[in-house]
């Protein structure tokens, strides 16, 4: 049911399964129902709390809950995707540095990506993502599959800047018979600066996302300490107070928006 209701313009996508048609495309996030019920569950709390604080109808805040449920799913499936996608960042740079280090002991392609492999289950576990990667690749080399080409299909699927230029690197050392290991420590050196840098904006914008966070809370405090200390101004619903009521509701989930695409900068 769910997933009809938020059919949009992105089915037009063709789902790519790789090569040998087996891997993931990590444009999509594939929601278990369990998903499904925290994104619903999250979407559906938000509305009921703001609707009872508000107007203290139970019937509507019910019905605004499951309202607000169902976009809500859209939103937790975007952040579900985005997070495998970062995780997936850095468990590629870890592969490269295992690489970097089979390469520097005189490895050729097919044993420097079986010994990481290796290194890579110990760290990472049997169904992580990376893992499950590089055992398609070491597949893919061995069914005669050239490497270039299974790395330029990770790069397609998974849709991650930072593998696509290290794959165009990667293959243009091999074609010009470059130094692969150098190739591939200076890939791991990028990748790594860059997650370092967004840690460290991280950092910094913290205060700023818990001072956003805290703004968004405090009508709800407000509202709550009014009705409290016997305002009846605050919960009786006339039709001004509840047009007010609407009205601020409005702006500060837009300035909320607005809060959050300031503080969100990607790299």
């Given amino acids: 049911m769910f997933e009809r209701i938020l059919k949009k313009k992105e089915d037009t996508y063709v789902e790519k399964h790789g ?15 369990t998903d499904y019920l925290v994104g619903f569950l999250i979407g559906f709390a938000l509305g009921f709390v703001v609707v009872m604080i508000f107007f203290r109808i139970t019937v509507m805040a019910v019905i605004l809950g499951s309202i607000c449920g169902i976009p809500a799913i859209k939103f937790y499936r975007k952040y579900r995707k985005e997070k495998r996608q970062k995780d997936l960042l850095i468990e590629f740079r870890d592969l490269l540095e295992a690489l970097t280090t089979s390469y520097s ?18 760290l990472y576990g049997e169904k992580s993502d990376i893992v499950n990667e590089t055992r398609i690749i070491i597949a893919g080399m061995t069914n005669n599959i050239i490497i270039e080409d299974l790395l330029r299909d990770f790069a397609e699927r998974c849709g991650l800047d930072d593998v696509e230029s290290f794959t165009a690197t990667f293959e243009s050392g091999l ?7 150098q190739v591939v420590w200076d890939s791991r050196k ?24 805290i703004m968004m809370v405090m009508p709800l405090i407000i509202m709550s300490a009014l ?14 107070t509840v047009t007010v009521k609407i009205f601020a509701i409005l702006l500060f989930g837009a300035a909320y928006m607005m809060g959050r695409k300031i503080v969100n900068i990607r790299m």
């Avoid at 074609?175 to 290991?181: A, P």
């Avoid at 200390?229 to 919960?235: E, K, L, N």
Wanted: no cysteine.
């Fill in 19 to 33: 090569l040998m048609g087996n891997a993931d495309d990590y444009h999509i996030y594939h929601m278990r129902m």
């Fill in 105 to 122: 002991s005189g490895k050729n392609t097919m044993e420097a990506f079986a010994e990481s492999y290796q290194d890579l289950l110990s």
């Fill in 175 to 181: 074609r010009q018979g470059g130094d692969i290991r």
């Fill in 190 to 213: 990028i990748i790594n600066d860059k997650i370092e840098i967004e840690m460290e904006i991280k950092t910094i914008l913290t205060e700023k996302e818990n001072e956003l966070n």
């Fill in 227 to 240: 009705s409290g200390i016997g305002t009846m101004s605050a919960v009786v619903n006339t039709p001004l």
